[in-house]
């Protein structure tokens, strides 16, 4: 399974934007860079997914960069249901979801 | 169209008994994961079923942990007997698919504390 890093902790005020970096070098060609975030006392959530191209969804947008080794994931207006632990993990074949430890966002008012 | 389910939400038991936890997909998805977090660490891949087949058992720790799924619907994750390590949260999730495109929907998890 591919190792990604991210930061332990983001902060961010609500209403802002928050850029959520995540690096996954050893990703393979065919895996797709998937997030998923677990909002307290609840199961992992989906995000959004993406291979190459940057993705759009309701909920955020994805920016992965060419050499496809790291993303970045957007909330283009943090809410405070926006705080929540936040996770990349490339998936391949296996279909196994590979979870690090995640990036804790906390949304002040 | 409901969710992922689990049950139960909460279960305390003592070292040595026995604990069964369920899982109920969303329907018409063939396949299921389990999923858990121990205290401290981070969420770990258990195994994966499609339909009642075990598609993949690679993460479950130790044959003290039985899951099953039979006609393929619902599933079970049996701990005989539970020890201290084994308390922590456990997910389940389904999907549709197995290709890296899909999204997998979890339950709440189930909180086992074992005594």
């Known amino acids: 399974d591919a190792k990604t890093t991210q930061p332990n902790s983001m902060e961010s005020n609500e209403e802002e934007p928050v850029h959520l970096p995540c690096n996954h070098s050893?990703?393979?060609?065919?895996?797709?860079i998937h997030w998923y975030r677990q909002l307290p006392s609840q199961g992992p959530e989906y995000v959004i997914h993406?291979?190459?191209s940057n993705v759009n969804n309701r909920m955020a947008s994805l920016a992965i960069a060419e050499d496809r080794k790291s993303s970045t994931l957007i909330l283009h207006r943090a809410t405070l249901r926006d705080a929540a632990v936040y996770y990349c993990?490339?998936?391949?074949?296996?279909?196994?979801?590979?979870f690090g430890e995640g990036t804790q966002l906390t949304v002040n008012p | 169209e409901a969710g992922v389910t689990q049950f139960p939400s909460h279960s305390v038991i003592e070292k040595g008994q026995t604990v069964t936890l369920r899982c109920d997909p969303i329907s018409g998805h063939d396949n299921l994961y389990w999923y858990r977090r121990v205290m401290g660490k981070e969420i770990k891949f258990l195994l994966h079923?499609?339909?009642?087949?075990?598609?993949?058992e690679s993460g479950m720790p130790n044959n003290r942990f039985l899951a099953e799924r039979t006609g393929g619907t619902y599933s079970t994750l049996k701990v005989q007997p539970a020890e201290l390590e084994d308390s922590g949260v456990y997910f389940c999730?389904?999907?549709?698919?197995?290709?890296?495109?899909?999204?997998?929907?979890f339950g709440p998890g189930t909180r086992l504390l074992v005594l």
């Open positions: 993406g291979l190459t």
């Open positions: 993990m490339p998936v391949g074949v296996y279909s196994r979801l590979t």
């Open positions: 999730a389904s999907s549709q698919g197995t290709s890296p495109q899909e999204t997998q929907y």
């Open positions: 079923f499609v339909k009642e087949s075990k598609q993949d």
């Open positions: 050893t990703i393979s060609g065919t895996d797709y």
